[in-house]
């Protein structure tokens, strides 16, 4: 039998001597050389006892050695948690002894802070630094490659824990299949090829630089311009030798800051791609202004990979995630599970292949969120038009209900977004002892810009409903993010959530 997922990404690339990785420093890495040191790392795996099926925790900085380690645990049937360079140890503790990893795999700045995390959970800890060094690296240094283990489709590939900003973070569990029939779909929508390159500085703790970017690359057998993290100047030096980038929100604005963004910087390049958080529809305006093009935006998320993309030939839509992926069904549902009519705002539900098996030892948790026919609950609200597009308006959590009537979010944050020295907003809910919750909103102005609390009010007054207005408006520098550029509105409920007590 073979391994699903490895064959399908690396096995084809055994022994190439095509350029897979363009670093930093200079320097590349061939397809070749790259499925050699996954070997090695697979060697390394089978000698620290890990069978197919047990999990390996990696905390470790951006870089080719990760890269491989995660193609080594494919290549072993081990499945493999990639785990966000900020978590703290005590978070690190909760995956590590959750998901039962037999190894952790940190950064050697790490083990210190990480030993007794791993000694708790019964785990054993080695180290592996983006230079290669490490004691990971030294176990695997004169192995012989062993036997690649055979994996069906649908046995697991990899846990990627949720943020866990409602709760306890739960453990997706992804399998080969997930993975490999999601890829398949985005390099054929967003027609990748051998003659790309796709300019990759996003993190590989996540969904969309490790199962998007770097699984297109792998299936269409193109380059990556390997960043460690997103750099404005680099991006902008090498955004010529490439003809894709995948970014967040952010590294767009970034780059609308920089005059050298101009049509001629981008003239190589024929796509680029947003996702992992909502992409204002002035940064859209923008982005076409100053260089002809229009940012492809996705939707997509830990537990389905990617859902619905706006379309390569064809109208790209700004504020809407464009159409459900070949294969992939979406409808919006009401809180009974009924569709809503066209146009109606709703819980946006997705069943295909790419929707995840449910979460590690959570059955009660699957069981509410995956229905039985298949359909996954995504919590996140939105329409359809006539013409399919889908506009996600908020999550279902971020629903504001005052007064009884139900406020959308991103319905006022539009409206605010459009005033005049707004540069952009987040709406939340926060206790209130006569509506239940109060609408809120949190602005940043643009720079140079003097906002003022009543003159927005006053501004909103012809566009939104009273119910829907802001009974506070709190103006700051910026808004807390995440590493994906997602706005944290726990943070900012937490905040404000005693702004009328008492």
Same mark, same amino acid.
């Given at each position: 039998?073979?391994?699903?997922l490895?064959?399908?990404l690396?096995?084809?690339?055994?022994?190439?001597?095509?350029?897979?990785?363009? /670093?930093?420093?200079?320097?590349?890495?061939t397809?070749?050389?790259?499925?050699?040191?996954? #070997?090695?790392?697979g060697?390394?795996?089978?000698q620290?006892?890990?069978?197919?099926?047990?999990?390996?925790?990696?905390?470790?900085? @951006?870089?080719?050695?990760?890269?491989?380690?995660?193609?080594?645990?494919?290549?072993?049937?081990? %499945?493999?948690?990639?785990?966000?360079?900020?978590?703290?140890?005590?978070?690190?503790?909760?995956?590590?002894?959750?998901?039962?990893?037999?190894?952790?795999? =940190?950064?050697s700045k790490?083990?210190?802070a990480?030993?007794?995390?791993?000694? #708790?959970?019964?785990?054993?800890?080695?180290?592996?630094?983006?230079?290669?060094?490490?004691?990971?690296?030294?176990?695997?240094g004169g192995?012989?490659?062993?036997?690649?283990?055979?994996?069906a489709?649908g046995?697991? #590939?990899?846990?990627?824990?949720?943020?866990?900003t409602?709760?306890?973070s739960?453990g997706?569990m992804?399998?080969? +299949?997930?993975?490999?029939?999601?890829?398949?779909? /985005?390099?054929?929508?967003?027609?990748? &090829?051998?003659? $790309?390159? /796709?300019?990759?500085?996003?993190?590989?703790?996540?969904?969309?630089?490790?199962?998007?970017?770097?699984?297109?690359?792998?299936?269409?057998?193109c380059?990556?311009i390997?960043?460690p993290?997103?750099?404005?100047?680099?991006?902008?030096?090498?955004?010529?030798?490439?003809?894709?980038?995948?970014? %967040?929100?952010?590294?767009y604005?970034r780059?609308?800051?920089?005059p050298?963004l101009?049509?001629?910087?981008?003239?190589?390049?024929?796509?680029?791609?947003?996702?992992?958080?909502p992409?204002?529809?002035?940064?859209?305006?923008?982005?076409?202004?100053?260089t002809?093009q229009?940012?492809?935006?996705r939707y997509?998320?830990?537990?389905?990979?990617m859902?619905t993309?706006?379309p390569?030939?064809?109208?790209?839509? =700004?504020?809407?995630?464009?159409?459900?992926?070949?294969?992939?069904?979406?409808?919006?549902?009401?809180p009974?599970?009924?569709? %809503?009519?066209?146009?109606?705002?709703g819980?946006?539900?997705?069943?295909?292949?790419?929707?995840f098996?449910?979460?590690?030892?959570?059955p009660?948790?699957?069981?509410e969120?995956?229905?039985?026919?298949?359909?996954?609950i995504? !919590?996140?609200?939105? &329409?359809?038009?006539?013409?399919?597009?889908?506009?996600?308006?908020?999550?279902?959590? $971020?629903?504001?209900?005052? !007064?009884?009537?139900n406020?959308?979010?991103k319905e006022?944050?539009?409206?605010?977004?459009?005033?005049?020295?707004?540069?952009?907003?987040?709406?939340?809910g926060?206790?209130?002892?006569?509506?239940?919750?109060?609408?809120?909103?949190?602005?940043v102005?643009?720079?140079g810009?003097?906002?003022?609390? @009543?003159?927005?009010?006053?501004?909103?007054?012809?566009?939104?409903?009273?119910?829907k207005?802001?009974?506070?408006?709190?103006?700051?520098?910026?808004?807390?993010?995440? &590493?994906?550029? @997602? %706005?944290?509105?726990?943070?900012?409920? +937490?905040?404000?959530?005693g702004?009328?007590?008492?």
């Amino acid at each position: 039998m073979a391994n699903h997922l490895y064959d399908a990404l690396f096995g084809q690339h055994e022994g190439q001597d095509t350029v897979f990785l363009y /670093l930093p420093d200079g320097s590349s890495m061939t397809h070749g050389d790259f499925c050699a040191l996954a #070997a090695r790392y697979g060697a390394a795996l089978a000698q620290a006892e890990l069978k197919p099926g047990d999990r390996v925790a990696m905390q470790m900085e @951006k870089s080719p050695h990760m890269l491989a380690l995660i193609a080594g645990a494919i290549r072993q049937g081990a %499945v493999f948690l990639p785990l966000n360079t900020a978590y703290t140890p005590a978070e690190i503790a909760y995956f590590v002894g959750d998901s039962g990893a037999k190894l952790l795999v =940190a950064g050697s700045k790490s083990a210190a802070a990480l030993a007794p995390v791993a000694e #708790a959970a019964g785990a054993r800890l080695a180290t592996l630094d983006a230079d290669g060094t490490g004691s990971f690296a030294d176990s695997a240094g004169g192995l012989t490659p062993v036997a690649v283990e055979p994996r069906a489709p649908g046995d697991l #590939a990899a846990f990627l824990y949720t943020s866990g900003t409602t709760g306890r973070s739960k453990g997706a569990m992804l399998s080969h +299949d997930n993975l490999l029939s999601n890829a398949r779909v /985005l390099a054929d929508y967003w027609r990748f &090829t051998r003659k $790309d390159v /796709l300019l990759h500085a996003l993190p590989i703790f996540h969904t969309h630089g490790l199962f998007v970017a770097t699984n297109v690359a792998l299936l269409a057998g193109c380059p990556m311009i390997f960043l460690p993290k997103f750099d404005a100047e680099e991006v902008i030096r090498l955004l010529p030798q490439a003809t894709a980038m995948m970014g %967040v929100p952010t590294f767009y604005t970034r780059l609308l800051d920089d005059p050298r963004l101009t049509r001629d910087l981008v003239g190589n390049i024929r796509l680029f791609v947003s996702g992992s958080a909502p992409l204002l529809a002035d940064t859209h305006r923008q982005w076409e202004a100053h260089t002809g093009q229009r940012i492809l935006e996705r939707y997509g998320m830990t537990e389905t990979n990617m859902n619905t993309s706006n379309p390569y030939a064809g109208e790209r839509r =700004a504020g809407t995630v464009g159409l459900p992926l070949p294969g992939v069904e979406v409808k919006v549902c009401d809180p009974n599970g009924g569709e %809503v009519p066209p146009g109606g705002i709703g819980t946006i539900e997705v069943r295909g292949p790419n929707v995840f098996q449910g979460y590690w030892k959570m059955p009660e948790k699957t069981a509410e969120e995956l229905r039985p026919d298949g359909f996954f609950i995504t !919590g996140d609200l939105g &329409t359809v038009d006539a013409d399919g597009y889908v506009t996600i308006v908020g999550r279902a959590k $971020d629903l504001v209900i005052s !007064g009884g009537f139900n406020v959308y979010p991103k319905e006022v944050e539009m409206a605010l977004d459009a005033l005049p020295g707004v540069l952009e907003s987040a709406v939340i809910g926060v206790p209130h002892p006569d509506f239940g919750e109060a609408v809120v909103a949190v602005l940043v102005p643009e720079a140079g810009a003097l906002l003022d609390a @009543k003159s927005v009010q006053a501004a909103l007054a012809a566009s939104l409903a009273k119910f829907k207005q802001p009974k506070h408006i709190d103006i700051r520098h910026d808004l807390p993010r995440n &590493t994906m550029g @997602k %706005v944290q509105k726990n943070l900012l409920r +937490d905040d404000l959530c005693g702004l009328f007590a008492g």
